[in-house]
């Protein structure tokens, strides 16, 4: 099978599943929602198509069959129910399972049997005797017609043929898809599923509504699998003055699917460049080769002001590459959480809980590095939301609350960061209960917590194995996660915050750079080494004399804190160390902490490397980065220390 085909088939489908995954996440919350209910057709079609086409007939199957029900439902025959949705998404999820095992194997495994049976039992007890005809059927060329207003007097006919080729259905549903992206794709000769499953000779026809109809065939020229292309223009009849819709007959069978363009892209893992940012980095390339070629000259000619200038210019167009790669970099936060409000749904229903999920800031833009790595700890921090946070029903309304409770998911950019937070209208956390737990555990000792702030009582959380429930459950489990949400955020070079009112609810707030591939640092010296700290955690530079002690511990005040020291040679084991002369104090938000070294070197904007192989994962440092005379050095991060 052509690796191009499958990588396009792939991307599509998992886009298309989280599609039809949301809609159907409207449907059931509005069943007469029409649009929710044609994008569910227009995807469900798709995903039909496409497995059949690519070959694969046991998901091509129960897109099938749950199309059917939908049509049932659509018809009015049958009502939307939980029980029918949650079978629905029960198929839905089998096709997923069956898309991961063609990314990992190049087919799947799945028996969709028994879900197939179950969905044709639901179509088989239809609330009325009317019934549609199977949408698989052969249906009489007469009998379709289309609403006149919809066809805006520019329905044409197209008659394709494409190129003898090894997978003949791919091609035609490349050909249809670049027809939905310059037109509205009115009906096609033969069905779309049998031409998409290659149940055709060389040549198909579709009737299309397209106002520059020349336009569309050019692009169509372009596809190398095309052979040749006719069109017509298709002439409306008068409409019967006795019906009460105008319709116009049409020599081919017709439906009014006017589905959408499809994004065959996985946003993570590919980035779409504008075309004007392409040209702008080209630009800066022959701004790089003149410079460096006026800098070669200069040299040879020992030119001391004219080296001065170029490395100057040079520097300019460094930076200004810098931003423009950074921004081609940025992707939209919208792109990881396409699946949270399904994944809200089955975690409310199977604990019998009514919640309203709310997402805000999709169009946030984060470096795709970061945002790969934010799937996992944003979905457990849900799954905590909905399992501890929010209360059961009758709960919620003992406590003078509505029945139904509210999670929200919002992003906006402050700056050069970007703000995420998980808020709930929960229970909230109990700081009795957590103290109780932390000595107990042997986390804290009475006197620690006590000196503790409130927001600091709330960190304890994200201790390895910490939990304040007593109950242990299939959804987040005791305690286990939370302590890998906030090893993520770190090694993101990000923060997190808990707030909480008891009673009223939670909110967890994660600070993250919108880029950490680039990052200005004070470099440390201590010993022999050299480590880098991001300025930007950094609040002031004094000396040892600032230090005191208290219960034999080095610590430093400021203001009404107590900031811990941590020697940073006893840290990482650094020897020939000096006394640690110089102390760095951390932002506060940071962590409350002060470091000592020996000397401060410099301060410098570097490329950050993240740790790899048997360092991953290392306490106390973030990632590598290589200084000027190729010399490796660690940066620390404050946060884990």
Do not use: W
Request: charged share 30%; proline share 3%.
């Amino acid at each position: 099978m052509n690796d191009e085909y499958l990588d396009a088939f792939l991307q599509e489908a998992d886009e298309q599943i989280t599609q039809l995954n949301n809609s159907l996440l409207a449907l059931e919350s509005d069943p007469d929602d029409e649009s929710a209910m044609e994008e569910i057709f227009r995807t469900a079609h798709t995903l039909k198509g496409n497995f059949a086409a690519m070959g694969f007939d046991a998901a091509s199957d129960l897109a099938h069959a749950i199309e059917d029900l939908l049509d049932e439902i659509r018809a009015g025959n049958i009502a939307v129910t939980s029980e029918r949705m949650d079978l629905i998404f029960a198929g839905v999820d089998q096709i997923e399972t069956a898309v991961d095992q063609i990314g990992d194997t190049g087919e799947t495994q799945i028996d969709p049997n028994s879900l197939i049976n179950d969905l044709r039992t639901e179509i088989d007890q239809s609330d009325t005797e009317q019934k549609k005809p199977d949408s698989s059927s052969a249906s009489s060329l007469s009998a379709y017609t289309i609403d006149a207003n919809q066809v805006d007097h520019h329905a044409h006919e197209l008659t394709i043929t494409l190129d003898p080729g090894e997978i003949k259905g791919v091609d035609a549903m490349l050909v249809l898809e670049t027809i939905e992206e310059e037109s509205i794709l009115l009906d096609t000769d033969p069905r779309r599923d049998a031409i998409e499953d290659g149940e055709f000779e060389d040549t198909f026809a579709a009737v299309v509504d397209v106002s520059a109809p020349d336009d569309l065939v050019d692009e169509l020229e372009s596809n190398s699998s095309v052979d040749n292309i006719d069109i017509n223009k298709l002439d409306q009849q008068d409409p019967d003055p006795d019906s009460s819709e105008s319709t116009t007959n049409l020599d081919q069978s017709m439906t009014t699917d006017r589905s959408e363009p499809s994004a065959a892209v996985s946003e993570i893992e590919s980035v779409r460049v504008d075309v004007d940012q392409l040209d702008h980095l080209y630009r800066l390339v022959e701004q790089f080769v003149t410079g460096h070629v006026r800098l070669e000259r200069a040299v040879e000619n020992k030119d001391i002001a004219s080296i001065e200038e170029n490395v100057e210019e040079l520097g300019k167009t460094t930076e200004t590459l810098q931003d423009t790669v950074i921004d081609m970099r940025l992707v939209p936060f919208d792109t990881v959480v396409g699946k949270f409000p399904r994944l809200v749904r089955d975690l409310a229903r199977d604990q019998n809980k009514e919640i309203q999920f709310t997402i805000s800031g999709r169009d946030v833009e984060i470096d795709r590095s970061i945002l790969s790595e934010l799937g996992d700890p944003l979905t457990h921090l849900l799954r905590n939301a909905v399992d501890h946070g929010i209360e059961p029903p009758e709960e919620r309304k003992d406590a003078g609350k509505p029945p139904e409770g509210n999670v929200e998911l919002r992003a906006r950019r402050e700056r050069d960061h970007v703000i995420i937070e998980i808020d709930d209208d929960g229970a909230g956390l109990d700081v009795e209960d957590i103290k109780e737990t932390a000595i107990e555990q042997g986390v804290r000792t009475a006197d620690e917590l006590e000196r503790m702030s409130e927001s600091e009582l709330y960190d304890l959380v994200f201790h390895p194995g910490f939990s304040t429930s007593d109950e242990v459950t299939d959804v987040s489990g005791r305690g286990v996660g939370m302590d890998v949400v906030y090893q993520t955020i770190s090694k993101l070079d990000g923060s997190i915050n808990v707030e909480s009112e008891l009673g009223k609810g939670t909110t967890v707030t994660l600070e993250l750079p919108v880029t950490m591939a680039i990052v200005e640092v004070l470099i440390l010296q201590v010993g022999d080494e050299e480590y880098g700290i991001p300025i930007k955690h950094v609040d002031e530079i004094t000396t040892r004399d600032s230090l005191s002690t208290l219960d034999n511990n080095l610590i430093m005040e400021y203001e009404d804190d107590i900031y811990r020291v941590i020697e940073l040679s006893d840290n990482f084991d650094v020897p020939n160390a000096g006394a640690g002369e110089k102390v760095i104090r951390v932002d506060r938000d940071e962590r409350r902490v002060a470091l000592t070294c020996d000397d401060v070197r410099a301060q410098q904007t570097v490329v950050v490397k993240p740790l790899e192989g048997l360092l991953s994962g290392t306490p106390g440092l973030s990632g590598t980065a290589i200084l000027g005379d190729g010399e490796i050095m660690y940066l620390i991060d404050a946060g884990t220390l």
